[in-house]
T-cell receptor
Framework: KQEVTQIPAALSVPEGENLVLNCSFT??????LQWFRQDPGKGLTSLLL?????REQTSGRLNASLDKSSGRSTLYIAASQPGDSATYLC??????????FGKGMKLTVNP | NAGVTQTPKFQVLKTGQSMTLQCAQD?????MYWYRQDPGMGLRLIYY???????DKGEVPNGYNVSRLNKREFSLRLESAAPSQTSVYFC???????????????FGNGTRLTVT
């Protein structure tokens, strides 16, 4: 059964830092990996989707990479801002499994 | 563009009461989903509908029923609410099931349900 882990569960950093958020998964036979952002009291917003044939995707200050063989993905946030404060979740779809979510990482960017 | 709309936003039920959570999307998506989110448990799939006319169980379907009313609407029904069903419920949709062919999930803002 696919398991998705995000460590650490929370991170607090000063504004301006470049950040790396980690996501690991146990079964490398995946179709896609998705990164989401969740603001307090809100639903999830899709940030990036990487298909299994891709190595990375970029959107603005965000870059997500995928290494299937090692079961890892990273979300890179450049020049972090207080508005980036949110919970970030990754989710993996593979084989006969539905989309499996990690428990998220709560990011706080301090001014 | 409303995206995914869920109603109600908040609800309090007594044990044994029933209710239906409504969800509608205006993106012409084929697939729709119901998730619940609990502290420490993450997001868990209750039911999903890969396309109009089909529904399938997810990870935690017990105590729930769903109806894909048409392509736009997907409802979740609690027949006899229990305190264990206290949670935040999210509806989502995507063009293809579970993000295939670069079609990410779009989520509503959730229904916060308390069962006493």
């Amino acid at each position: 059964k696919q398991e998705v882990t995000q460590i650490p569960a929370a991170l607090s950093v000063p504004e301006g830092e470049n950040l790396v958020l980690n996501c690991s998964f146990t079964d490398s036979a995946i179709y896609n990996l998705q990164w989401f952002r969740q603001d307090p009291g809100k639903g999830l917003t899709s940030l990036l989707l990487i298909q299994s044939s891709q190595r990375e995707q970029t959107s603005g200050r965000l870059n997500a990479s995928l290494d299937k063989s090692s079961g890892r993905s990273t979300l890179y946030i450049a020049a972090s801002q207080p508005g980036d404060s949110a919970t970030y979740l990754c989710a993996v779809q593979g084989g006969s499994e539905k989309l499996v979510f990690g428990k998220g990482m709560k990011l706080t960017v301090n001014p | 563009n409303a995206g995914v709309t869920q109603t109600p936003k908040f609800q309090v039920l007594k044990t044994g009461q029933s209710m239906t959570l409504q969800c509608a999307q205006d993106m012409n998506h084929n697939s729709m989903y119901w998730y619940r989110q609990d502290p420490g448990m993450g997001l868990r799939l209750i039911y999903y509908s890969a396309s109009e006319g089909t529904t399938d169980k997810g990870e935690v379907p017990n105590g729930y029923n769903v109806s894909r009313l048409n392509k736009r609407e997907f409802s979740l029904r609690l027949e006899s609410a229990a305190p264990s069903q206290t949670s935040v419920y999210f509806c989502a949709s995507s063009r293809l099931v579970f993000g295939q062919q670069n079609s990410p999930l779009h989520f509503g803002n959730g229904t916060r349900l308390t069962v006493t």
